[in-house]
């Protein structure tokens, strides 16, 4: 199900030596989004957490029942005493009255393990339910599997995703085809920021960056992990010494390149050192609410990264408002070459980079759809109409990410991804 973030793969392999390969990514395991496989990690989940609790079962009544032991002489004694009390009323004098009532005292603990007692038979009476439950479900597994054992089907998994895994390292770049519905990761920060990780780095490094607001703002939160970013745990603070402007900044190779704030001066801060590398004005771009995308927000210069490296979004007076892509130098932030468009950026509502083409949203607000794509190989563009789901109506931040390939948007104060669909027609040669 795409609404879960899943994969769906399609492999071919043409009489021409042709690879066709599409693929939903980013790249997660196979075996992990076989439904089979999703029910059978589900019950493992539902045995271990039904072992737990025995086990935390087993601790408490052993307790229990050595404390209940302890009293058992103390009750006895009583007992014996209050038969005592009974037959012979008169020599229940003061001192013995105080005696039977210090018993009674000592005997008050019990209540609480007994009423603990209550208690444990009511969650084994809902464990047997649970194991009841279990052994439905794996029936049922075991009918839906048919001939094929568990380890035969995991087998066959991992043959077919090493030889999608064999097609998907020959592929270059492709063409964006679809985009998932939206997953909402985190529900944060103002109306308008940015997210993202780093989109260069190995897969081993899962830090997140978080820039909340558009405007003057200098401090940039970096996570451990993702699920630190979920939970608001384990960050360090960076703080900028130039302020930034707009959402456009971007993780590159543990550098985040970002727009100076009242200026068309681009910054390269690195993370590990704390200090700026290098900045460097683009000529001619405009800034400060000159030519922003259509929701406003400094957004005049945008900062982007894809398969081929770095780029810069922006636009002149010269170019008459329209978008100018740009490759940009990552280590010294000189402008390779420029496009121009022919796209007015005010009408856009975000814009991305996939391999090389710019893709451009027709608006920020609900009903937004991917509307034009400009390509730098061919230096030509196309009208697209390609759904895109604006869940929370407001997007200040769009951007692809490479190395994950899914789309990281900022959605009014939602931090939100997009997985993408490429389609990827290649040549390569012997079997796969």
Same mark, same amino acid.
């Given at each position: 199900?795409?609404?879960?973030?899943?994969?769906?793969?399609?492999?071919?392999?043409?009489?021409?030596?042709?690879?066709?390969?599409?693929?939903?990514?980013?790249?997660?395991?196979?075996?992990?989004?076989?439904?089979?496989?999703?029910?059978?990690?589900?019950?493992?989940?539902?045995?271990?957490?039904?072992?737990?609790?025995?086990?935390?079962?087993?601790?408490?009544?052993?307790?229990?029942?050595?404390?209940?032991?302890?009293?058992?002489?103390?009750?006895?004694?009583? /007992? *014996? #005493?209050?038969?005592?009390?009974?037959?012979?009323? &008169?020599?229940?004098?003061?001192?013995? $009255?105080?005696? +039977?009532? %210090?018993?009674?005292?000592?005997?008050?603990?019990?209540?609480?393990?007994?009423?603990?007692?209550?208690?444990?038979?009511?969650?084994?009476?809902?464990?047997?339910?649970?194991?009841?439950?279990?052994?439905?479900?794996?029936?049922?597994?075991?009918?839906?599997?048919?001939?094929?054992?568990?380890?035969?089907?995991?087998?066959?998994?991992?043959?077919?995703?090493?030889?999608?895994?064999?097609?998907?390292?020959?592929?270059?770049?492709?063409?964006?085809?679809?985009?998932?519905?939206?997953?909402?990761?985190?529900?944060?920060?103002?109306?308008?920021?940015?997210?993202?990780?780093?989109?260069?780095?190995?897969?081993? /490094? *899962? #830090?997140?960056?978080?820039?909340?607001?558009?405007? &003057?703002?200098?401090?940039?939160?970096? $996570?451990?992990? +993702?699920? %630190?970013?979920?939970?608001?745990?384990?960050?360090?603070?960076?703080?900028?010494?130039?302020?930034?402007?707009?959402?456009?900044?971007?993780?590159?190779?543990?550098?985040?390149?970002?727009?100076?704030?009242?200026?068309?001066?681009?910054?390269?801060?690195?993370?590990?050192?704390?200090?700026?590398?290098?900045?460097?004005?683009?000529?001619?771009?405009?800034?400060?609410?000159?030519?922003?995308?259509?929701?406003?927000?400094?957004?005049?210069?945008?900062?982007?990264?894809?398969?081929?490296?770095?780029?810069?979004?922006?636009?002149?007076?010269?170019?008459?408002?329209?978008?100018?892509?740009?490759?940009?130098?990552?280590?010294?932030?000189?402008?390779?070459?420029?496009?121009?468009?022919?796209?007015?950026?005010?009408?856009?509502?975000?814009?991305?980079?996939?391999?090389?083409?710019?893709?451009?949203?027709?608006?920020?607000?609900?009903?937004?759809?991917?509307?034009?794509?400009?390509?730098?190989?061919?230096?030509?563009?196309?009208?697209?109409?390609?759904?895109?789901?604006?869940?929370?109506?407001?997007?200040?931040?769009?951007?692809?990410?490479?190395?994950?390939?899914?789309?990281?948007?900022?959605?009014?104060?939602?931090?939100?991804?997009?997985?993408?669909?490429?389609?990827?027609?290649?040549?390569?040669?012997?079997?796969?």
């Amino acid at each position: 199900s795409p609404d879960e973030g899943w994969q769906v793969y399609t492999s071919a392999q043409a009489p021409d030596g042709k690879c066709l390969c599409t693929a939903v990514i980013p790249v997660q395991g196979s075996c992990s989004r076989d439904l089979r496989s999703h029910q059978l990690r589900q019950l493992m989940e539902k045995v271990q957490n039904i072992s737990q609790s025995m086990e935390v079962l087993d601790l408490r009544t052993y307790r229990d029942l050595q404390y209940v032991r302890n009293t058992e002489s103390l009750m006895k004694g009583l /007992d *014996s #005493r209050l038969k005592v009390a009974a037959e012979s009323q &008169k020599s229940l004098n003061a001192r013995s $009255f105080q005696e +039977l009532k %210090d018993k009674m005292t000592e005997l008050l603990p019990l209540m609480p393990v007994l009423d603990q007692y209550k208690s444990d038979t009511r969650l084994i009476v809902h464990l047997k339910e649970e194991v009841r439950n279990l052994s439905g479900s794996l029936l049922a597994i075991q009918e839906e599997m048919g001939a094929y054992d568990y380890e035969e089907l995991q087998q066959r998994v991992l043959m077919l995703e090493a030889r999608l895994h064999a097609c998907m390292q020959k592929l270059g770049c492709g063409k964006l085809t679809g985009v998932s519905n939206p997953i909402t990761i985190r529900a944060s920060g103002s109306r308008f920021g940015s997210w993202m990780t780093d989109t260069m780095t190995p897969s081993a /490094d *899962s #830090r997140v960056w978080y820039m909340d607001g558009y405007y &003057k703002g200098r401090r940039v939160l970096e $996570f451990r992990t +993702l699920n %630190d970013f979920v939970t608001g745990q384990n960050f360090v603070q960076h703080l900028l010494p130039h302020p930034w402007a707009g959402t456009g900044h971007v993780v590159f190779n543990g550098s985040l390149y970002y727009n100076k704030y009242q200026s068309n001066i681009a910054v390269k801060y690195h993370f590990r050192s704390r200090s700026v590398l290098v900045q460097r004005s683009l000529a001619g771009a405009g800034y400060n609410n000159t030519f922003p995308y259509s929701w406003g927000g400094f957004s005049d210069i945008d900062f982007m990264v894809d398969e081929s490296g770095l780029w810069a979004v922006y636009t002149t007076n010269q170019n008459a408002g329209n978008i100018v892509v740009s490759r940009v130098d990552p280590q010294t932030l000189e402008v390779l070459h420029s496009w121009d468009t022919g796209y007015p950026k005010r009408s856009a509502g975000e814009s991305f980079m996939i391999c090389g083409t710019l893709y451009v949203t027709n608006s920020h607000l609900a009903g937004a759809k991917i509307y034009f794509a400009y390509y730098t190989n061919t230096s030509s563009y196309e009208y697209t109409d390609i759904p895109f789901h604006n869940q929370y109506s407001h997007i200040s931040m769009l951007d692809y990410n490479p190395r994950e390939r899914v789309l990281y948007t900022w959605n009014n104060g939602h931090q939100v991804i997009y997985n993408v669909t490429l389609f990827h027609v290649i040549k390569t040669s012997g079997e796969l």
